[in-house]
């Protein structure tokens, strides 16, 4: 049920007047007014690409049959990013991708060519650890008596007692003791408040710790100055002032509002007391000297640290976060905090800007960033729709005539209808702005129909896709092939479950931790389950979340009774759990399922039912984590069998896909979510669509494959290292590296270019530590990691020494290219003409041969940027070497041609592209058993004229 903001309440419906309502018109007009995209362009934006270069692309866009720019996070974000979701301010543009006056200019190019403009946006978090985050800098000045504390999910009251009322801030390289002893914490005095400067970035410090600086300056200055000076003076009433601060753990709204301001007062008084009197200026920066210490004198520091340990915050080891961190976080990123999106202030804070733009009509629709993150993603996106709504009536209402009250009235008509309608339709809400998630759906998933969405960002579409061009008849080959040169035998499955619980022992623990205390003080105020010990709990959980089979489930604040879906997903968990555990005692797990499940015990009052909701809540948050860092980033890097399966939203473990499969997508796709988008390469993709294409293809040549794979690895035998009897790199990471290059290599190369040799060399640095089997990112071990370099640049070194190399990897790599090159058409073909709102990533609508980020997120189409109609057929620029190649125009008049049918309505465009009539759907065969061909099947009686694709 849509919840309503206290400010915006409609009125109960009561009885109609005669005569037709005069809002009925406009309520149609604004539900209708959604732009749909008829095919999008996805650019990154940042300090390499900005607003003029994405203006300079406009007019070659929609000669491509673009219709929406689709655009990255464009609000300020910390200095350098090149992405935008380190974002630090919701409402301002990042000043590196361009001023207001460039966009402008942007959407003046867009509206000349009745385009639109799609915005990434990102509800879940924001860039912390840094100046430029107002937000953030205040609650490390205050602590819970900022402002902002509500802002973030921050645990004020954790397991740690020397975090009460604190914030970790795991930033530091090494040990606390060891960095301040090292000089590398500075005091600083700006601007009348005093810094603590950390490897150089600032650290506010609390104006109630003042005292501990100035109180020491106040003898020797009362000596040279006299104690009736005014400096003096000034002085000792500013520090009783900083004494009668309300403390830091106030949250009262009226004594956070009193320290807000008096504090400010007096840091004015202090810089101007120090601008006057040269006296207190030279005490002052004698105390600071002191206070930041003499390296080799550990005693010096003293002063210093006894100052940061009366902050609201704790400075610690980077490595302490697993375990102890007390704020939300993105995944496992110490510096991406998450925000409160349920809370109403944050979200009306978060979306001003946003909100203007999309009255304007500057912006036109939006894909949200990692759902999966909110507290509750289906209020989020009625609260989202809502307020469009309400910002579209009273847009289409400021000229009534009949004058304020007038429109006030009929926008509340407005109101109650959206309202009435939300509620009486949950499963079809009203839908007033296109709005795409970024959702990873499971084989058997749903999007949930609850949510007041046109669909996903288009994972879903690119694991179909993408797994029809594999041979499903390989499968047993292929597995063979894996396990004879790897020795291993593993099951996907297994080995997911053992991932996840590695994340949950190590860069999630701490998340982990809270969790199981909150279920402890559940079990504990029930004499039927407080026998349970905290670590009975714990590994309960830990169990329960390795063994989920979806991200995610969506209860939500008024949730009573559990999805079916949802209560689907617990359930499986739950029996995988004792499954699995065998020697558990099976009732931890039949009360860790009642809670999950919101099961109501008699006589379990309101309280306690909502304690346990909220737990649920918790749990949500945290299985979506996991799962991502548990299978994208761990076991995809482990289960090398055929890596082109290995896809965010895809099933490594199956093995490709039949044509009814695709076509079942398509129908459900057209009958539930005809407008959601169609994506095979994203910013976030672990290679793009050509060079999985080409993987693809070994499918279809196994013996082939197996004989190039053994001589490869004959070949750079004395290349690999041998430590502490391991291979380095190992069998499984160097299967994983002759598919990357089969993959990868650029056309007609006799030899590897300096730039792809950096680029393989930094792929498989990237790979091995995902993976966590040999290295990791956490414990990396230097000497593996410059072994697995060391056999990369030199099998790719061109010499005599790695001829034998290259004659064993040149052939299949010709070979795949060619026919890697007919499946991306076919793949690219089939995309443009499903059913949904095709994506085409930056540059893709030519050759893309780049890999996992940051490899996919170069600025490489600032060589499309000077194209036009006059020039579409040749490129303007060299291409980036290794990544872009000849025939490069085949992919883009595929692009182009076909983007035609995005022109129009999207049930017109549906009804082109889908099934019941004639064609049913595209299918596409391409590969070295024949020549490539598109075949169209219909809705009846097999295939119907096959054509050569050429």
Known sequence: MMQMDATDKAPPEGPKAAGADPAEGLYETILAGARVPGATYRVQLNQAFTFQDAAAIVEYLDLLGVTDLYASPFFKARPGSMHGYDLVDHNSLNPEIGTSADFDALHARLVE??????????????GVHTAENAWWMDVLENGPSSLYAPFFDIDWHPLKSELERRVLLPVLGEHYGKV???????????????FVRCYGNPLPLSPRTFPLILEPIVPSLTRALGEEDDAVLELMSILTGLGHLPPQGETHRSKVIERRREKEILKRRLAALVAESPAVAQAIEERIRVMNGQKGEPRSFDALDTLLENQAYRLSYWRVAAEEINYRRFFDINDLGAIRMENPAVFEAAHRL?????????????????????????????????????????RALAGAEDGKGAAAALQSLLLGRFDRDAEKRPEDPPRPLYIAVEKILSRSEELPRDWAVQGTSGYDFAALASALFVDRSAERTITSIYEGFTGLHLDFGTLAYQKKKVILESSLASEL???????????????????????????????????FPVYRTYLHEGTTSVAPRDAAAIRAALRAARRRNPTTDASVYTFLGGILLLERPPHLAEQELASRRDFVMRFQQLTGPVTAKGLEDTAFYVYNRLVSLNEVGGEPERFGIGVDEMHRGNEARQRLWPSSMLTT?????????????????????PSDWAGTLYRLAEATAPFREELEGISAPDRNEEYLYYQTLLGTWPFGAESASPVYVERLVDYMRKATKEAKVNTSWINADPTYDAAVEHFVRTTLADGPETRAFREALLPLARTVAYHGMWGSLAQLLLKLTSPGVPDIYQGNELWDFSLVDPDNRSPSISECAGRSSRTSRRSGARP???????GRSSRMRVTAASSSTSRGSPSKRGERRARSSGRRALTCRSGPRGPPRITWWRSRGGPGTRRSSS
């Open 354 to 394: 946003l909100l203007q733009l999309m009255d304007e009509g500057k912006v036109t629709g939006l894909r949200i960033d990692h759902p999966d993150g909110l507290w509750a993603p289906s209020t989020y996106f009625c609260r989202l729709q809502r307020t469009f709504f309400l910002h579209r009536a009273r």
């Open 513 to 547: 931790n809270v969790l199981a205390s909150a279920l402890n003080r559940i079990s504990e105020r029930d004499r039927h389950t407080r026998d349970f010990t905290l670590g009975t709990l714990t590994d309960a959980l830990r169990e329960v979340i390795a063994c």
């Open 180 to 194: 301040l002893e090292n000089g590398d914490l500075q005091l600083s005095f700006e601007h009348g408040a005093f």
């Open 880 to 886: 980036h070497p290794g990544r872009r190649s000849r």
């Open 113 to 126: 060519r009745g385009m639109g403009l799609l915005l990434d946006f990102v509800p879940n978090h924001m």
């Open 681 to 701: 390469t994203t910013h976030d993709t672990k290679r793009s669509e050509d060079v999985r294409a080409r993987i693809h293809v070994l499918s279809e040549l």
